[in-house]
């Protein structure tokens, strides 16, 4: 019991030691540890409160219990305390996040897609060779619907974009929620939903190429397409989190797996709301406007790169940083 005691008293020590050392290299000491010696510290940090915790609980010496509860002060003061200046005085912080959320699941970025868009493509070529199929799975007012010209499906007057776009924006961002929550059915929701829009989106593309209809469908979709139908597909993977949680939560219960994703789900989601509220306004003030072809064309493939170089790129410099994210998680949920 004795050499027992004195291990306890070395960790502690030891744990005390390094978290007056971290404090004194200032605040950006946590954001230069690498995750696994992040992962250690809170360990270490989990081990000495519940030290503390029976220390309390079997009436210890009061010595011992004033030294655990000291240093159980200076490691929170340090783990959560750096963080959340490090959150609040950084304004990119959730910018970056985002674009960190969707690059560490890019699995469920890749299901999503391959649900929305499968289908998609799959409808689009069944509509082409069998175009008795776009009467069942189109609405009737898509199947004698013509375009306001050849270039473009809608004619919207200048005065009325604004109200178009608000509802554009309030019914686009109904769907990427329903994604994100239906994942709470186990994902069975979040995959029905997505294919369901894939379909319809692949059966008015079919139906409109068939009847040579196509270079007015794209002339419209082009501008705010690349940014809407992305936020959508993210959505789906939002949604594909929170269900993974359900099924397959590992070694925790699921309600610990959904708090652990729970975060990044969230922040997928509050990030594709936002995409969306710039896809409104292209889609309520750019679709319907006088510009020709080419140039629809080419705010496609802007809107593109800019979120390929955004998703690809932001806030790689800070990789130590999101480490903190992951395992503040952690540290919060067991």
């Known amino acids: 019991m004795a050499e027992r005691a004195e291990e306890k008293h070395l960790q502690w020590n030891r744990f005390a030691d390094r978290v007056d050392r971290l404090n004194r290299q200032g605040s950006r000491a946590l954001g230069k540890l690498s995750s696994g010696e992040l992962a250690n510290l809170i360990d270490d940090y989990q081990a000495l409160i519940a030290d503390l915790a029976r220390a309390r609980s079997m009436g210890a010496d009061r010595a011992v219990v004033t030294q655990l509860n000291r240093i159980a002060v200076s490691g929170h003061n340090l783990l959560y305390g750096q963080m959340q200046r490090q959150t609040i005085g950084d304004g990119s912080h959730w910018f970056l996040s985002f674009a960190r959320a969707v690059r560490r699941h890019s699995w469920a970025v890749a299901l999503s897609a391959l649900m ?73 929701g979040t995959t029905v939903l997505l294919i369901f829009n894939g379909v319809h989106l692949g059966s008015v593309a079919g139906w409109m190429t068939l009847h040579g209809k196509q270079r007015a469908l794209w002339g419209w979709i082009m501008p705010h397409g690349g940014t809407e139908l992305l936020s959508i597909s993210l959505a789906g993977a939002a949604g594909y989190l929170l269900a993974a949680a359900i099924v397959a939560p590992g070694l925790v219960r699921r309600s610990t797996a959904l708090k652990a994703i729970g975060g990044d789900a969230l922040v997928i989601e509050l990030g594709c709301m936002a995409m969306l509220v710039v896809a409104g306004l292209i889609e309520g003030f750019v679709s319907p406007s006088d510009i020709d072809f080419t140039t629809r064309i080419a705010v496609l493939g802007l809107s593109l790169s800019l979120w390929a170089v955004y998703f690809f790129t932001a806030g790689l410099e800070k990789t130590n940083h999101a480490g903190i994210e992951s395992n503040e998680k952690l540290a919060t949920t067991q």
């Open 116 to 188: 929305f868009f499968g289908s998609a493509v799959v409808s689009y070529v069944a509509v082409l060779f069998y175009p008795d199929l776009g009467f069942e799975l189109l609405d009737d007012s898509f199947i004698e619907f013509d375009p306001a010209s050849s270039e473009n499906l809608h004619d919207i007057p200048s005065l009325s974009r604004p109200v178009v776009s608000s509802t554009i924006i309030a019914n686009n961002i109904q769907v990427t929620f329903m994604a994100f929550g239906l994942g709470l059915t186990a994902g069975i």
